[in-house]
T-cell receptor, first 109, second 116 residues
Framework: RKEVEQDPGPFNVPEGATVAFNCTYSNSASQSFFWYRQDCRKEPKLLMSVYSSGNEDGRFTAQLNRASQYISLLIRDSKLSDSATYLCVVHYGPGKLIFGQGTTLQVKP | GAVVSQHPSWVICKSGTSVKIECRSLDFQATTMFWYRQFPKQSLMLMATSNEGSKATYEQGVEKDKFLINHASLTLSTLTVTSAHPEDSSFYIC????????????FGPGTRLTVL
C-alpha cells in the first residue's frame, strides 16, 4: 500500500464548478498535512496546510480526518487558472515529506 | 517569502558524464536541504536529506556513490549525478528548511536533466 494515495484523475470540470479531491495516508503517526499545487514542469507550491479543525482560504477548504486517515480539498467556483496537479503531502518525521501521486484538474471554459 | 534557487534549470548531457546541480537559499539560512526526483506522471520522491556540515542521509534504494551531495554552507547544497545514464533523466527538485525548523519547506524551481 502506498504511503499517500490519491486518485490521479484527471478531473475535467467546467468553470464555476465545485470539485473535491481526496487523499488517504497509511502512517497514523503522521504529524502534519498539506496540499501543494504543481503546474506542468514547475516546482510544487504550498497551497495550504490542513488542520484537524478544517481550514478555509478563499475558495479552498481543506479537512483532515485523523481517525480515517483521510484528507480532502474542496475548490469552489473553479477558475481556469486552477488547472494544475494537486499534491497531497504528509509530514512524517524530521522534515520528511511524503508526496502523493497528485490529482490533475482541468477546468474548461 | 523564502526563495530557493537552482542552477542549472535544465541540462542535456551525454551518457557517462557527471552533472552538478546547485541549490541555494537566497534570503534565509537553511540547516537542512532535501533533494527530490520526479519522473513523468509520478510523484516527487525524496532522494536524500542534506544537513549542513554533515553527511547526507539517503533514502532506501538511492545510491549514495552515484548521487553525491555536499552541503558545505547554510545557503548551498549541491547534487552531483555521477556517470549519468539515460535512466537518470528526470526532474530534480531541491527544498530547504529554515533555521526556525518548522515543517515548511521551500522548493527550488527544479532542474530538468536529460541524459542522451
Amino acid at each position: 500500500r502506498k504511503e499517500v494515495e490519491q486518485d490521479p484523475g484527471p478531473f475535467n470540470v467546467p468553470e464555476g464548478a465545485t470539485v473535491a479531491f481526496n487523499c488517504t495516508y497509511s502512517n497514523s503517526a503522521s504529524q502534519s498535512f498539506f496540499w501543494y499545487r504543481q503546474d506542468c514542469r514547475k516546482e510544487p507550491k504550498l497551497l495550504m496546510s490542513v488542520y484537524s479543525s478544517g481550514n478555509e482560504d478563499g475558495r479552498f477548504t481543506a479537512q483532515l480526518n485523523r481517525a480515517s486517515q483521510y484528507i480532502s480539498l474542496l475548490i469552489r467556483d473553479s477558475k481556469l487558472s486552477d488547472s494544475a496537479t494537486y499534491l497531497c503531502v504528509v509530514h512524517y518525521g524530521p522534515g520528511k515529506l511524503i508526496f502523493g501521486q497528485g490529482t490533475t484538474l482541468q477546468v474548461k471554459p | 517569502g523564502a526563495v530557493v534557487s537552482q542552477h542549472p534549470s535544465w541540462v542535456i548531457c551525454k551518457s557517462g558524464t557527471s552533472v552538478k546541480i546547485e541549490c541555494r537559499s537566497l534570503d534565509f539560512q537553511a540547516t537542512t536541504m532535501f533533494w527530490y526526483r520526479q519522473f513523468p506522471k509520478q510523484s516527487l520522491m525524496l532522494m536524500a536529506t542534506s544537513n549542513e556540515g554533515s553527511k547526507a542521509t539517503y533514502e532506501q534504494g538511492v545510491e549514495k556513490d552515484k548521487f553525491l551531495i555536499n552541503h558545505a554552507s547554510l545557503t548551498l547544497s549541491t547534487l552531483t549525478v555521477t556517470s549519468a545514464h539515460p535512466e537518470d533523466s528526470s526532474f530534480y527538485i531541491c527544498s530547504a528548511r529554515g533555521l526556525d525548523s518548522t515543517d515548511t519547506q521551500y522548493f527550488g524551481p527544479g532542474t530538468r536533466l536529460t541524459v542522451l
